[in-house]
C-alpha cells in the first residue's frame, strides 16, 4: 500500500516557475519508477516525466528542455522543477508509481498559468 501526496502548485504568470512535490508514504518507493503526468479537463491525462530507481529521467516532448524531474531517495520523494511556464501547462498535476502489485496516483495539485 502507498499513499502520495502531491504539492506546489498555484497560480504563475506565464514565464514563471513551480517546483512540485510528491512524497511517498506507507512504502519505500525507491526502487521503482516513478512519474508526474497532467490532465485538463475533457482531455486524457498525459505523461510529463518518470525517473527510474536508478534516477534516469524521460520526458514527454512538451517537458524536454524546461521541466526537470528529480528524486530524493532518503525522504521518500520527487519533484518536478517546471520553468518557462505557458499557458499550456495549466493542468492538474498527478504523482505516479507502478510497483509490481498496483498502480498508484496521488489526488492531484493543480497549475494554473496565466498569460
Excluded at 518507493?29 to 490532465?39: C, D, K, N, S
Excluded at 505523461?47 to 514527454?60: H, N, R
Amino acid at each position: 500500500q502507498v499513499q502520495l501526496v502531491e504539492s506546489g502548485g498555484g497560480l504563475v504568470q506565464a514565464g514563471g516557475s513551480l517546483r512540485l512535490s510528491c512524497t511517498a508514504s506507507g512504502r519505500n518507493v525507491a526502487g521503482t519508477t516513478m512519474g508526474w503526468y497532467r490532465q485538463v479537463p475533457g482531455r486524457q491525462r498525459e505523461l510529463v516525466a518518470y525517473i527510474s530507481s536508478g534516477g534516469t529521467p524521460v520526458y514527454a516532448d512538451s517537458a524536454k528542455g524546461r521541466f526537470t524531474i528529480s528524486r530524493d531517495n532518503a525522504k521518500n520523494t520527487i519533484y518536478l522543477q517546471m520553468n518557462s511556464l505557458n499557458p499550456e501547462d495549466t493542468a492538474a498535476y498527478y504523482c505516479n508509481t507502478k510497483p509490481p502489485d498496483s498502480l498508484y496516483w496521488g489526488k492531484g495539485t493543480l497549475v494554473t498559468v496565466n498569460s
